[in-house]
């Protein structure tokens, strides 16, 4: 469709204004009433006659200032058109984009309007499912705009098909509520979960659940909790934080009722009685993009360092532990010539910029120098690491590999001699289950790396000499049957396993509350556990253990890195 070119007979087409998935938008000229309008252009399929359809009926159905207005709906030549009010201005996304961040109160009102406009859809049993920067415009006068109605449903709809009718998840994932996200049934909420988002990257410049892939993205809207705003932008009121904060809880029960109590909110954060718009406009004269300061090196360095360690906060301590790991894993015994001295310093270098810049790749290449360190003890170990770590790496690793990496940890943990740091953190930064499920990967890895004799730390062996095989396993596939010997053998092994996913399953529970009190709590709950575990099955297996340098000693160690750490890098459950 060319410039110039007439539509339906009526619509002279000016220029393209965007381009979508399944549309195309133009401005274009009506000829018959003399104005401008905007024309959606959709290709007639079996999937886009639904959107189409979709969209006209609910735009059809409200009528609202912060909503545009349908004008027309024809379908001609396979082809859909809908006749829209042309909206001037800009979207929030292009203003996000050039001023990072709004004024409070410009923001506020931006909310205000967009609440008034989903109150209208919401009472009419519409629930918009994708309020985002992109799908609003602010026009000169302050007014704002909320469209993009393609993927709207009637609330009835919802509660009986789930997400949509074709069993897809729509939506745009960093705007997405906890339940929208997990393809549940959705209602009101789940718009206003996303205002809470807009809110939030209005007044902060940030978005609060922000990952490298979809799937990091939606595993932090169901499990995390973000830095209240006010810590990152103290012009915030308490008050606008709390409303906020509540907007983003996770159960739904726990979020504002509807946009009208929503709305209410914010309002007793508002300064003034003057309209939504009236606010908008005037901050609009006074919007300026952030100035560019010129820095010196010094200024240049530290600023540069102060972004790795917030972008890469989530894999910094863990890649760099990790790839101890690998280097334990496959060199630890001196028997082990897998390349040259400094090849051997520089592989784990790369193995460890690479999974803090691009986890995935950097997984990888750490389970491939682990399963090369194991193929020189024999092929049957170094097939079998193979085996595992490529399913390892193509489920947990290619969805969370910031994650798939920390139970690698374990082997170089025990190596420092802070061997109870993983379950520690682990239960500090994830939630239960998959603070369970990391601990014991982590402490089966670690077993494993003792019974191959990789690992020769004298805290996992059994206090009791007597036990221990005279051979080990060494590798080959007949020698299979003194693996389960030794492990039999050595019940400290099983026995830690169960403990490390049971300390970390508790606190992850206990550290829910996601803030900094909670997790200190959660800490000492975890070493508190972890030493009395270790005493009562000390007890249970028969078996008289030096606690002190057994438990203490290690657990005291693990403890004060962990605090450090948390001191200096991590906000608690933010990974």
Same mark, same amino acid.
């Given at each position: 469709?060319?410039?110039?070119?007439?539509?339906?007979?009526?619509?002279?087409?000016? $220029?393209? =204004?965007?381009?979508?998935?399944?549309?195309? /938008?133009?401005?274009?000229?009506?000829?018959?009433? %003399?104005? %401008?309008?905007? +024309?959606?252009?959709?290709?007639?399929?079996?999937?886009? &006659?639904?959107?189409?359809?979709? *969209?006209?009926?609910?735009?059809?159905?409200?009528?609202?200032?912060?909503? /545009?207005? =349908?004008?027309?709906?024809? $379908?001609?030549?396979?082809?859909?058109?809908?006749?829209?009010?042309?909206?001037?201005?800009?979207?929030?996304?292009?203003?996000?984009?050039?001023?990072?961040?709004?004024?409070?109160?410009?923001?506020?009102?931006?909310?205000?309007? +967009?609440?008034?406009?989903?109150?209208?859809?919401?009472?009419?049993? #519409?629930?918009?499912?994708?309020?985002? !920067?992109?799908?609003?415009?602010?026009?000169?006068?302050?007014?704002?705009?909320?469209?993009?109605?393609?993927?709207?449903?009637?609330?009835?709809?919802?509660?009986?098909?789930?997400?949509?009718?074709?069993?897809?998840?729509?939506?745009?994932?960093?705007?997405?509520?906890?339940?929208?996200?997990?393809? $549940?049934?959705?209602?009101?909420?789940?718009?206003?979960?996303? #205002?809470? #988002?807009?809110?939030?990257?209005? /007044?902060?410049?940030?978005?609060?659940?922000?990952?490298?892939?979809?799937?990091?993205?939606?595993?932090?809207?169901?499990?995390?909790?973000?830095?209240? !705003?006010?810590?990152?932008?103290?012009?915030? !009121?308490?008050?606008?934080?709390?409303?906020?904060?509540?907007?983003? &809880?996770?159960?739904? *029960?726990?979020?504002?009722a509807s946009a009208a109590e929503m709305t209410a909110a914010i309002e007793r954060s508002r300064q003034g009685s003057e309209a939504p718009a009236a606010v908008i406009a005037a901050a609009l004269g006074r919007l300026k993009p952030p100035r560019k300061v010129r820095q010196g090196p010094i200024a240049a360095i530290r600023n540069r360092l102060r972004f790795w360690t917030d972008e890469y906060r989530d894999t910094f301590v863990a890649t760099g532990l990790a790839v101890g790991c690998a280097v334990t894993a496959a060199w630890a015994s001196t028997e082990l010539s897998l390349m040259e001295t400094s090849l051997k310093l520089f592989a784990p270098v790369i193995a460890f910029f690479a999974a803090l810049f691009i986890p995935p790749l950097g997984l990888g290449l750490v389970l491939a120098l682990i399963t090369a360190g194991l193929w020189q003890i024999s092929i049957f170990l170094g097939a079998l690491s193979l085996a595992i770590s490529l399913v390892y790496w193509l489920t947990l690793g290619r969805g969370f590999p910031q994650f798939a990496i920390i139970p690698l940890l374990a082997p170089a943990l025990a190596w420092l001699g802070i061997p109870f740091l993983l379950p520690l953190a682990v239960g500090i930064m994830f939630g239960p289950v998959l603070a369970a499920f990391l601990a014991l990967f982590g402490a089966f890895g670690l077993a494993a790396a003792e019974l191959i004799g990789q690992l020769d730390y004298a805290w996992m062996i059994s206090a009791d000499p007597a036990l221990i095989p005279t051979t080990r396993f060494n590798g080959e596939l007949e020698d299979v049957g003194k693996f389960a010997e030794y492990f039999i053998a050595q019940p400290w092994l099983g026995a830690q396993i169960a403990i490390w996913s049971a300390v970390a399953l508790i606190m992850g529970i206990a550290g829910t509350l996601r803030s900094w009190h909670a997790s200190l709590v959660a800490l000492g709950i975890g070493a508190i556990t972890l030493l009395l575990s270790y005493q009562i099955i000390s007890e249970l297996l028969g078996q008289t253990i030096d606690s002190t340098a057994f438990v203490a000693k290690p657990l005291a160690l693990s403890v004060l890195v962990l605090g450090a750490l948390m001191f200096l890098f991590w906000h608690p459950r933010r990974t």
């Open positions: 469709m060319n410039t110039g070119s007439l539509l339906l007979g009526r619509y002279q087409i000016i $220029e393209p =204004l965007g381009e979508g998935g399944f549309s195309k /938008v133009f401005k274009a000229l009506d000829t018959k009433m %003399e104005r %401008e309008v905007a +024309v959606k252009v959709i290709a007639a399929s079996k999937k886009t &006659a639904v959107r189409a359809l979709r *969209e006209a009926k609910t735009v059809a159905l409200l009528n609202h200032p912060n909503i /545009v207005t =349908l004008h027309e709906f024809e $379908e001609k030549d396979n082809y859909y058109y809908l006749i829209m009010e042309l909206v001037g201005g800009s979207s929030v996304a292009d203003m996000l984009d050039t001023f990072e961040r709004f004024p409070v109160e410009m923001a506020m009102a931006v909310a205000v309007s +967009v609440l008034d406009a989903l109150d209208c859809a919401h009472t009419n049993d #519409v629930i918009h499912r994708d309020i985002k !920067p992109a799908n609003l415009h602010i026009v000169e006068d302050g007014r704002v705009k909320v469209m993009d109605f393609g993927i709207a449903r009637l609330r009835s709809a919802a509660k009986t098909s789930g997400v949509t009718s074709e069993g897809e998840i729509v939506g745009t994932f960093a705007y997405m509520s906890p339940e929208q996200s997990g393809g $549940e049934q959705i209602d009101e909420r789940s718009d206003i979960f996303s #205002v809470g #988002v807009l809110l939030y990257e209005m /007044v902060t410049g940030d978005l609060p659940f922000e990952a490298d892939t979809p799937a990091g993205t939606i595993y932090k809207i169901i499990n995390d909790d973000p830095v209240p !705003p006010h810590e990152l932008n103290h012009d915030i !009121p308490q008050t606008l934080s709390q409303t906020i904060m509540r907007a983003l &809880a996770k159960n739904r *029960e726990e979020r504002f």
